[in-house]
């Protein structure tokens, strides 16, 4: 991609802030400028209600003296704050903690080029039209038998860029863009129940974000299809991921093989590099390249070149999530996933993060549960990271004899993710919709507590 004129700015005035450091005393140094812009629009029961405007610009720089770094944020860009922030900075340095793993990236990794993955959209929607949009979603969701009431509907958009420059001459910018839409209908009433639910959408370019009217549809639909919940007896049972919180499971894998974590030895799986964590056949994808990919970006947070990677391939982890400075820690080399802002140090975190599709259809996927549990929503956090341990409050559909029945709720669910990811098998309905994306699964002998 180009960098355009306004990326070229923002890179001049970061490696001229790199210059000044280096010539007070700084051995190296690094900075980055993050720039937005965003626009919503919130609609209920017929009438606008908020509509937000928001511009921002915020610049960090990172000075390193030795084995001391400091960090300073600012977003006033005027050559006297700028000055100031230098010297701040500088002098925080000197007064730092030594840290034998902090530094700048390694240059050999450092990105040469930049993959064109078409994150920036030229659309720039009117408030009048974010406005239509919200009110398109929540008609929709109004209209379906059985709604009776709204928590509102809303649309948005926003662009954004990053600029980052190094002391060692990397410096690169790329910028990116957000359509979304979203809704939240009440269904029923005081004498029998209600229920809420919810849907959204959101994209890159606004010609790829799914249409309101079918986001509020099915909202609509959810939010009904949840009224009259029942309660079930507790034991273990075959339990069903809808793919909305599936990839919640995702999660718990990248903080689990995150550089820090394994670093301080409080991750369950910090001795199973190289091993079977899932079944075999399931494989799990890191891709930061995906076009338009809501997490997709050009290069990390340090400027290292990023790829594609199996994180999982077989059911074998092939690999930790790794910055510079976990992987100096570790030993190891960058794997490309730092991710930073603008007032504290890199850490690793994923970017497209997904579990590849299996064969079967979610239906064929529960076609032999006699008694089974399908989880549309879970509730509090309850992982211990450490052990492995899981438990969360959960509401969804119990499942009879293969076919999805009737809503329950109030219910927990229980298990370890070590076993849990043994035992996860994959639909094919994989659909990029979050950032982090998983089928349905279906994972077999965990404990729901009920009645």
């Known amino acids: 991609m180009t960098t355009g004129k306004g990326g070229q700015a923002a890179l001049n005035l970061l490696t001229d802030l790199i210059a000044k450091a280096r010539s007070g005393g700084a051995d190296a140094a690094d900075a980055v400028i993050i720039e937005g812009v965003s626009q919503s629009a919130s609609y209920r029961l017929g009438k606008p209600e908020d509509i937000e405007r928001s511009e921002g610009r915020d610049l960090g720089l990172r000075?390193?003296?030795?084995?001391?770094?400091a960090f300073v944020s600012s977003t006033d860009v005027a050559p006297a704050a700028l000055a100031a922030l230098v010297e701040r900075t500088l002098v925080m340095a000197r007064n730092?903690?030594?840290?034998?793993?902090?530094?700048?990236?390694?240059?050999?990794?450092?990105?040469?080029?930049?993959?064109?993955?078409?994150?920036?959209d030229d659309a720039e929607p009117s408030i009048d039209e974010l406005i239509a949009r919200a009110r398109i979603a929540e008609e929709a969701a109004l209209a379906v038998p059985g709604v009776t009431n709204s928590e509102g509907a809303g649309a948005d958009w926003g662009r954004s860029s990053v600029a980052l420059a190094t002391s060692d001459g990397f410096a690169k910018a790329?910028?990116?863009?957000?359509?979304?839409?979203?809704?939240?209908?009440?269904?029923?009433?005081?004498?029998?129940?209600?229920?809420?639910?919810?849907?959204?959408?959101?994209?890159r370019h606004l010609s790829d974000l799914t249409s309101a009217e079918s986001v509020g549809r099915h909202a609509g639909e959810l939010a009904v299809r949840r009224l009259r919940p029942r309660k079930v007896a507790s034991g273990k049972v075959p339990i069903v991921f809808?793919?909305?919180?599936?990839?919640?499971?995702?999660?718990?894998l990248a903080g689990a093989i995150s550089g820090p974590a394994i670093a301080r030895g409080t991750s369950f799986l910090k001795d199973r590099l190289g091993q079977d964590v899932f079944a075999k056949g399931i494989?799990?994808?890191?891709?930061?390249?995906r076009l338009r990919g809501l997490r997709s970006r050009p290069f990390d947070g340090e400027g290292v070149a990023n790829r594609r990677m199996d994180l999982v391939t077989d059911g074998r982890l092939n690999t930790w999530l790794l910055d510079s400075a976990s992987a100096r820690q570790l030993g190891l080399t960058s794997t490309g996933h730092a991710s930073r802002g603008t007032a504290s140090p890199p850490s690793p975190s994923t970017t497209n993060?997904?579990?590849?599709?299996?064969?079967?259809?979610?239906?064929?996927?529960?076609?032999?549960?006699?008694?089974?549990?399908?989880?549309?929503?879970?509730?509090?956090f309850g992982i211990n990271?450490?052990?492995?341990?899981?438990?969360?409050?959960?509401?969804?559909?119990?499942?009879?004899?293969?076919?999805?029945?009737?809503?329950?709720?109030?219910?927990t669910i229980a298990g370890n993710l070590k076993d849990m990811f043994r035992a996860l098998t994959p639909a094919n309905d994989l659909v990029f919709k979050y950032g982090t994306d998983s089928p349905t699964v279906r994972i077999d002998g965990m404990t729901v507590a009920g009645t």
């Not at 000075?63 to 770094?69: E, T």
């Not at 809808?242 to 718990?252: F, K, S």
Request: hydrophobic share 40%.
């Open 63 to 69: 000075v390193l003296i030795g084995k001391r770094q």
């Open 96 to 120: 730092a903690p030594e840290d034998p793993y902090c530094g700048l990236a390694d240059p050999a990794l450092l990105a040469r080029s930049q993959p064109a993955l078409d994150l920036a």
């Open 174 to 203: 790329y910028a990116t863009s957000r359509h979304g839409v979203a809704v939240s209908p009440i269904a029923g009433d005081q004498a029998s129940g209600m229920e809420r639910d919810y849907d959204f959408a959101s994209a």
């Open 242 to 252: 809808d793919p909305r919180v599936a990839n919640g499971l995702l999660g718990h």
């Open 283 to 289: 494989r799990i994808v890191d891709d930061p390249h």
């Open 353 to 380: 993060l997904y579990l590849e599709p299996g064969s079967l259809t979610p239906e064929a996927l529960m076609k032999d549960i006699a008694q089974g549990f399908y989880v549309t929503e879970l509730i509090g």
């Open 385 to 411: 990271g450490v052990t492995g341990d899981y438990s969360r409050g959960a509401a969804g559909f119990w499942i009879e004899n293969g076919k999805i029945t009737f809503p329950v709720s109030e219910l």
